[in-house]
């Protein structure tokens, strides 16, 4: 049951972000002659309006095909005026980053409801004042419940703690104790830890020890939109930095994952409950909209780079410079997605 889930909400991000190549496509004049949810065989297909609706029978990606452009064949034109090789750099470009942010908003969308439904978090309450650090002098104590840093309301202990590594100078605590709120200055110690690449860096510590407490925590809707934004900005901000770090290889390539991985990591979160799961959703939609966006020819970004060159020189690429590099692209794509599967086999043989 939970494979099939874990397929439709494939399907479903996928569906979404073509829907956004789609109506932007529409909007600027071209015709779609397919909308695709999934590869391979057509299992099931519609024309309506002269596009070709089909359900195909790998469901894992899934295409819009625009008259005069061909993912299989760069080299596709036409010179019809209702086609995308006819349309103005501007207009391509906005066509390709409409599935992208699409991706994003979709993800954005997710995160409201999430904040609007409530998620189980850990309290943002003292447990213990570590000896000899900051906050053993401040006045603060075992059970105080801290509601802003630096003015900044903190609902988790994971907003406090990213608020305190953030800070500059001295934070700023207002905390609550028996229903009064009080006030307190503390000075970070600079220290070293550990980011979630493994890497060592300096970052501030104040001394204090979570109670461990759990509370579910809901906002206003207006506090959702600022929330949203800042959880889609950071997923998004997480995945371009594990890029980052892949490539100059702090993060090493078997920690690549494929669809294998995602659909465990949903089958998971399924059994955790709907908010995790809807979390699950959106930080995948985030990471299909960066994704699409990266340097690649056979993306969404590579697509991009050769129209902002084309504007940049004033001179279109050459046949062959287009043809070659759109190959290079699909064979990194595939070999990417050949080792997020040899890795995510790897794991399921030799760890369970």
């Known amino acids: 049951m939970w494979i099939i889930l874990s397929l439709l909400i494939l399907s479903f991000l996928v569906f979404f972000h073509e829907l956004g190549h789609f109506l932007v496509a529409k909007l600027f004049g071209v015709s779609v002659e397919v909308f695709s949810i999934g590869f391979g ?64 908003i979709l993800a954005f969308l997710i995160y409201i409801v999430v904040a609007l439904m409530g998620q189980k978090v850990i309290l943002p309450i003292v447990g213990e004042l570590q000896a000899g650090m900051p906050a053993s002098i401040s006045g603060l104590m075992s059970g105080d419940y801290i509601r802003y840093i630096n003015g900044k309301e903190v609902k988790s202990w994971k907003e406090l703690n990213m608020a305190i590594m953030d800070a500059k100078g001295e934070v700023k605590v207002i905390f609550q104790r028996d229903g009064v709120l009080k006030e307190t200055s503390i000075i970070p110690k600079i220290m070293e830890s550990k980011n979630i690449f493994g890497e060592k860096i300096q970052r501030n510590f104040i001394g204090i020890i979570s109670k461990g407490e759990i509370g579910v925590v809901k906002y206003s809707f207006l506090s959702s939109l600022s929330y949203a934004y800042e959880q889609t900005f950071q997923a998004s901000k997480m995945i371009l930095q594990g890029v980052e770090k892949m490539i100059s290889g702090i993060v090493p390539i078997n920690q690549v994952g494929g669809v294998i991985s995602i659909v465990d990591f949903i089958s998971q ?7 995790v799961l809807l979390t699950l959703v959106a930080l995948i939609s985030v990471n299909l909209g960066v994704m699409n966006l990266l340097p690649i020819p056979a993306l969404d970004g590579g697509q991009i780079l050769f129209n902002l060159y084309e504007m940049v020189s004033r001179r279109k690429m050459s046949e062959n410079s287009l043809y070659y590099l759109t190959i290079l692209g699909w064979v990194l794509l595939i070999g990417l997605m050949a080792l997020g599967v040899y890795n995510d086999i790897h794991r399921l043989v030799f760890h369970g």
């Open 41 to 104: 065989k057509k299992i099931f297909k519609k024309t309506y309006k002269g596009t070709q609706y089909a359900l195909s029978a790998i469901p894992l990606g899934g295409y819009v095909k625009l008259k005069g452009q061909d993912d299989t064949n760069p080299l596709a034109t036409s010179d019809d005026i209702d086609s995308y090789s006819n349309k103005n750099h501007f207009q391509k470009i906005a066509i390709l980053l409409a599935g992208p942010f699409f991706n994003f």
């Open 269 to 275: 979160a399924s059994q955790s409950g709907w908010v």
